[in-house]
Nanobody, 126 residues
Framework: QVQLVESGGGLVQGGGSLRLSCAAS????????VAWFRQAPGKEREFVASISWRGSTIYYSDSVKGRFTISRDNTKNTAYLQMNSLKPEDTAKYYC???????????????????WGQGTQVTVSS
């Protein structure tokens, strides 16, 4: 099965940018739908963005639309989350998730994804 490893998190001032990476191993990432979720202390895990196998279908949560961009490079077995105009409320641990199963599903539900990384912390100061 696929293993996912996130990187690129850190501390940034409000208004700044970060790019998260999700590197896959064990299986070809091109076979998986990939999503990013985040979880702040004391809060539920929250959908951020998802991207289809070839990148033709992308979804964003309303809270990040226009500021974040999800992408993937299947030749590098890696997915990305470019985060611009960061706000203190974006502070959370960010997780990469993957799903191989076909068929309709709720792309915003964490339960629909079968594989998860360990997460990378993003902290935005005001």
């Amino acid at each position: 099965q696929v293993q996912l490893v996130e990187s690129g998190g850190g501390l940034v001032q409000g208004g700044g940018s970060l790019r998260l990476s999700c590197a896959a191993s064990g299986r070809t990432l091109s076979s998986y739908i990939v999503a990013w979720f985040r979880q702040a202390p004391g809060k539920e895990r929250e959908f951020v963005a998802s991207i289809s196998w070839r990148g033709s279908t992308i979804y964003y949560s309303d809270s990040v639309k226009g500021r974040f961009t999800i992408s993937r490079d299947n030749t590098k077995n890696t997915a990305y989350l470019q985060m611009n105009s960061l706000k203190p409320e974006d502070t959370a641990k960010y997780y990469c998730a993957a799903r191989k199963r076909n068929g309709p599903f709720d792309h915003t539900s964490s339960g629909e994804y079968d594989h998860w990384g360990q997460g990378t912390q993003v902290t935005v100061s005001s």
